[in-house]
């Protein structure tokens, strides 16, 4: 087996190892030579080549977002770094682990005019868990250094090697750092950065390996929650007839069903959930804006919840953050082991737990339900908005809304479902989707710039096939995402391509001008079918309801390459079709 000659790659490597870092996606340059050619080299590691730095971010976001364990990223100096940062700030909002191994110019080099050379040192500062700045071992750099390096920053150099004394304290500051780095992407669910600057040579081998590292443990410290807080929180739960549970982005199977089915059971407790909740129980309500948007002043202060609990990550419907900014809780409670976000002005407590550690801690207390028409109250009204939902969907004409209607009745079991943002996401929240099938989107910053990559590498990590449905807009903007090896044939992508942003047609303001057509809603011609050619995927298209019904009878079956349909709905009629549903509904 080939290492590096360099010992600071060589530890990066073993240390990765070490802590079952298996998936390694690479972008092409030749600083990160030393680590290309280690983890390639090693058959433990998975490797992947990515040329775009961005979709390679998002690529390793959708293995890690799947696998639920570090993925690391592999890049060359200089501005092929800054294209991680939107894949960055999603891990960071969406909790999931990623490892960014940069190779840098050694420190001389930074700040004269030397190429492909920028300041790299805690570049991802307000989006990152931890940044570790190695520091190259001088022994290893050319002879003639000191003559190259300018008097200041050589004199800056030598005082922190007396100051650390030997390579040995070095090597053991370097070490640290990695496993400070990896243990925190481990612990706390989120990004973290390693910047390692390397000497040329770069492309030096050897058969023997030269490094050692230490390797420190992950500590899991587990908290228990405290008795008396449970008793403080059984006293409020047990006071009040009205509470409300709302649930956000939350990975599948993570609640456990006992507890779900207990909260069903509950007439003073409604359960919100959205899309990408991820939970279901017949009793909760999963179509957050069908119930609530059509509501009066009376009844929004007839929903007004007691105590509100929340878990899961960021929250998509606005229409509820509306209500509930304005109809606040008398208590707003937060489940969370990391973190706890004042959505709703009104937090009073951050509880830190899953949710399973706290719901098996309060329910066996509860010795009856509080005496309560909150959940039935509600229930009556779901069911009258889902006789008008099924009446209004007979009725309309071709459009983003019959589509969604369409797509979402016709997807098969056995699959993952990777939604687009803007429009794909909020369009699926007003449907029941099958229970059995998974979903995600990238919520964390809520970004259209990397939803196709991200649905590649969830699609490269699970054993079902994955289908996205994205708008135009988002698949465009993430075209290169298809520029990659490694999108199996059981990948499907379905655009509803309304030539625009169509979401933007629903805000105020005025529209069908040719500023707002330019400016927001940012009008095309464009057609995905080129693309798919270029890249070898298979292409089908449908404009009109019997097209789009036929082409869903087979496109889901097994085949050669990866496929794509694009719909294409009339754009300027979508926004009413929209907006008469709520009014219809009510």
């Known amino acids: 087996m080939l290492y590096s000659k360099i010992p600071l790659a060589q530890t990066v490597i073993q240390l990765c190892k070490a802590k079952n870092i298996q998936h390694i996606v690479i972008s092409p340059g030749s600083r990160n030579a030393p680590l290309t050619i280690g983890f390639t080299n090693d058959p433990y590691f998975t490797c992947y080549s990515i040329v775009d730095e961005r979709c390679a971010g998002f690529f390793a976001l959708g293995i890690a977002q799947q696998i639920e364990s570090p993925v690391a990223l592999v890049c060359t100096s200089g501005s092929a770094l800054l294209n991680y940062y939107p894949a960055i700030s999603e891990a960071f909002y969406s909790n999931i682990p990623l490892v960014v191994l940069s190779a840098d110019r050694p420190r001389y080099l930074v700040g004269i005019g030397d190429g492909q050379t920028i300041n790299q040192k805690d570049v991802f500062a307000n989006h990152i868990l931890f940044s570790a700045n190695l520091r190259l071992n001088f022994e290893h750099a050319p002879k003639n250094l000191n003559e190259s390096e300018p008097a200041i920053i050589r004199s800056i150099e030598n005082k922190l090697e007396r100051m650390l004394g030997v390579k040995q304290e070095l090597d053991e500051e370097n070490e640290t750092k990695i496993n400070t780095a990896i243990n925190r992407a481990?612990?706390?669910?989120?990004?973290?950065?390693?910047?390692?600057?390397?000497?040329?040579?770069?492309?030096?081998?050897?058969?023997?390996?030269?490094?050692?590292?230490?390797?420190?443990?992950?500590?899991?410290?587990?908290?228990?929650?405290?008795?008396?807080?449970?008793?403080?929180?059984?006293?409020?739960?047990?006071?009040?007839?009205k509470k409300m549970i709302l649930v956000g982005a939350n990975k599948?199977?993570?609640?456990?069903?006992?507890?779900?089915?207990?909260?069903?059971?509950?007439?003073?407790?409604?359960?919100?959930?959205?899309?990408?909740?991820?939970?279901?129980?017949?009793?909760?309500?999963?179509?957050?804006?069908?119930?609530?948007?059509?509501?009066?002043?009376?009844?929004?202060?007839?929903?007004?919840?007691?105590?509100?609990?929340?878990?899961?990550?960021?929250?998509?419907?606005?229409?509820?953050?509306?209500?509930?900014?304005?109809?606040?809780?008398?208590?707003?409670?937060?489940?969370?082991?990391?973190?706890?976000?004042?959505?709703?002005?009104?937090?009073?407590?951050?509880i830190e737990a899953t949710p399973n550690q706290f719901f098996n801690s309060l329910l066996p207390r509860l010795t009856h339900f509080v005496k309560s028409d909150y959940s039935s109250y509600w229930n009556e009204i779901r069911a009258k908005r889902k006789e008008k939902h099924k009446e209004y969907v007979e009725n309309i004409p071709f459009s983003d809304f019959k589509v969604f209607d369409i797509v979402i009745n016709n997807l098969p079991e056995q699959l993952v479902l990777q939604l687009?943002?803007?429009?794909?996401?909020?369009?699926?929240q007003l449907f029941d989707l099958n229970k059995n099938i998974p979903v995600f989107c990238?919520?964390?910053?809520?970004?259209?710039?990397?939803?196709?990559?991200?649905?590649?590498?969830?699609?490269?990590?699970?054993?079902?096939?994955?289908?996205?449905?994205?708008?135009?807009?988002?698949?465009?903007?993430?075209?290169?995402a298809l520029w990659n090896n490694y999108i199996p044939n059981n990948f499907r992508i379905i655009i509803i391509n309304n030539q625009g942003g169509g979401i933007f047609r629903i805000l105020p303001g005025h529209k069908d001008n040719k500023k707002f057509d330019t400016y927001f809603e940012t009008t095309h011609k464009l057609s995905a079918k080129h693309l798919c050619k270029m890249y070898e995927l298979d292409y089908v298209s449908a404009s009109n309801e019997k097209q789009l019904k036929t082409l869903l009878k087979?496109?889901?079956?097994?085949?050669?390459?990866?496929?794509?349909?694009?719909?294409?709905?009339?754009?300027?009629?979508?926004?009413?079709v929209l907006l008469d549903y709520f009014k219809f509904i009510k």
């Open 186 to 241: 481990v612990l706390s669910n989120g990004p973290v950065h390693i910047n390692i600057p390397f000497e040329e040579p770069l492309y030096e081998t050897t058969e023997t390996p030269i490094a050692n590292p230490k390797v420190i443990d992950v500590e899991v410290k587990k908290k228990k929650i405290d008795d008396f807080f449970i008793q403080e929180c059984y006293d409020d739960w047990n006071s009040y007839p």
């Open 252 to 350: 599948p199977d993570q609640v456990e069903q006992k507890i779900l089915d207990e909260l069903a059971k509950d007439t003073s407790v409604i359960v919100l959930t959205e899309t990408t909740s991820n939970i279901h129980n017949k009793q909760f309500f999963n179509s957050i804006d069908k119930l609530i948007a059509p509501l009066t002043e009376e009844e929004f202060k007839d929903l007004q919840p007691d105590i509100l609990v929340t878990f899961g990550g960021l929250i998509v419907s606005k229409k509820i953050k509306g209500f509930l900014r304005k109809f606040q809780p008398k208590h707003h409670w937060h489940i969370d082991k990391k973190s706890a976000n004042d959505t709703f002005f009104c937090l009073d407590k951050h």
């Open 420 to 428: 687009g943002n803007s429009s794909a996401i909020r369009y699926s």
């Open 442 to 480: 990238n919520r964390g910053t809520s970004g259209i710039d990397g939803s196709t990559s991200t649905a590649i590498g969830c699609s490269k990590a699970h054993k079902k096939p994955t289908v996205l449905i994205t708008g135009d807009l988002s698949f465009f903007y993430d075209s290169n």
């Open 554 to 576: 087979t496109f889901f079956n097994e085949s050669d390459q990866p496929r794509v349909l694009e719909i294409f709905t009339p754009r300027t009629i979508n926004d009413q």
